[in-house]
């Protein structure tokens, strides 16, 4: 079996937000869009990570107002980043070895796509019944929050 590359399960064209947005405006995109995590981008350049957990985390400290608190301060400010072509099994073993639901797919430094659990679980169910088409979920929206 030839080996293959995170472009082909990855969510293409992820949803990103910025870091000044809200915490209250995360929270709203990840439970409209149904998903986890999101890319924090600046000016078009990665800068971070911010899952449901962190946000869920910053909102429950005293004090603490998600609609001013922003997402840079729930962000985890060195995601892990890939290439579209580095190799599925490389990504997913890495996930596993620093326990973290993303791996952020860049190339030429823009964000192109996620690669989450959920789309390692599809690759490892296509792979398993012998499919070598995609998995992933293709398009979360290419949009900046």
């Known amino acids: 079996m030839r080996r293959q590359a995170v472009r082909r399960y990855m ?3 992820p949803v990103v937000i910025a870091p000044g947005a809200s915490l209250a405006e995360a929270h709203d995109v990840m439970r409209a869009r149904r998903i986890r995590h999101l890319p924090v981008v600046r000016e078009g350049a990665l800068v971070g990570v911010v899952s449901q957990r962190d946000v869920y985390l910053v909102e429950t400290l005293r ?16 995601p892990y980043a890939v290439s579209p072509e580095a190799p599925l099994h490389e990504v997913a073993l890495e996930m596993a070895r620093r326990r973290i639901g993303s791996a952020v797919v860049v190339s030429r430094g823009a964000v192109i796509g996620l690669f989450t659990t959920v789309d390692a679980l599809g690759a490892l169910g296509a792979l398993a019944r012998g499919d070598s088409g995609t998995g992933g979920r293709r398009g979360a929206g290419d949009e900046a929050i």
């Open 63 to 78: 004090g603490v107002d998600p609609a001013v608190a922003c997402v840079e301060e729930a962000m985890s400010p060195d």
């Open 11 to 13: 969510t293409a064209s």
